[in-house]
Nanobody
């Protein structure tokens, strides 16, 4: 059974940086596309970024970023460590949210459908 665990959240000042990690267990990360979502209080969940499985894992390694984070956030994967990272730079108060990672097979487009595997979330708070 695939399990996802987020880590790296915390409190940071505006303009600062954090790196979130999404660690997978119970399944080989190679075959998975991993997406990062966030949900702020009173707001709908937003897809922030995604990275498809690498070519060796049936995907193409492509990435996606929401316009709100483009140029500030970078997603990467280390399949040997079964971990996907979200490097967040130039953080703004509006980035404050609980960040979740989610997994589907192969391509990020799979996140458009029912997502079976979610982590429990990591809180990111950006103070002004």
């Amino acid at each position: 059974q695939l399990q996802l665990v987020e880590s790296g959240g915390g409190l940071v000042q505006s303009g600062g940086s954090l790196r979130l990690s999404c660690s997978a267990s119970g399944y080989t990360l190679n075959w998975l596309a991993i997406g990062w979502f966030r949900q702020a209080p009173g707001k709908e969940r937003e897809r922030v970024s995604c990275i498809s499985a690498t070519e060796g894992g049936g995907g193409d390694g492509s990435t996606y970023y929401a316009d709100s984070v483009k140029g500030r956030f970078t997603i990467s994967r280390d399949d040997a460590k079964n971990t996907v990272y979200l490097q967040m730079n130039s953080l703004k108060p509006e980035d404050t949210a609980v960040y979740y990672c989610a997994a589907v097979q192969y391509y990020c487009s799979g996140l458009n459908y029912d997502i079976k595997y979610w982590g429990k979330g990591a809180l990111v708070t950006v103070s002004s």
